[in-house]
């Protein structure tokens, strides 16, 4: 059973925006906190935005703020990734996670989804 599957991914110019969507399972979407990872071409994978059910945001990368918003919508069961003002380092493979704790450390997040690519040309 897929418990997380991310949507929205593809490839954009410098500047352009992309939104990405991570339909979650009911049990999943209701019990854990959600968020964004990415891992670049040989880069390790990190942290991008975390939020709760209630709507407390983290932003776990400072190059992230201001152009990207993580967003909830709880009749969906859908976590977004509103993606603005592109720039080629953001290309990535981007994951939708769950995890208990409300943080950016990657080995706190216990369920994945296979990710989705954005790639972001100059």
């Known amino acids: 059973q897929v418990q997380l599957e991310e949507s929205g991914g593809g490839s954009v110019q410098a500047g352009g925006s992309l939104r990405l969507a991570c339909l979650a399972s009911?049990?999943?979407?209701?019990?854990?906190?959600l968020g964004w990872l990415r891992q670049g071409p040989g880069k390790e994978r990190e942290g991008v935005a975390v939020?709760?059910?209630?709507?407390?945001?983290?932003y776990c990368d400072d190059s992230v703020k201001g152009r990207f918003t993580i967003s909830r919508d709880n009749a969906k069961n859908t976590l977004y990734l509103q993606m603005n003002s592109l720039k080629p380092e953001d290309t990535a493979m981007y994951y939708c996670?769950?995890?208990?704790?409300?943080?950016?450390?990657?080995?706190?997040?216990?369920?994945w989804g296979r990710g989705t690519q954005v790639t972001v040309s100059s």
């Open positions: 996670a769950a995890g208990p704790i409300f943080n950016c450390e990657l080995d706190r997040f216990s369920e």
């Open positions: 939020m709760s059910r209630r709507g407390e945001i983290l």
């Open positions: 009911g049990y999943i979407y209701s019990t854990f906190y």
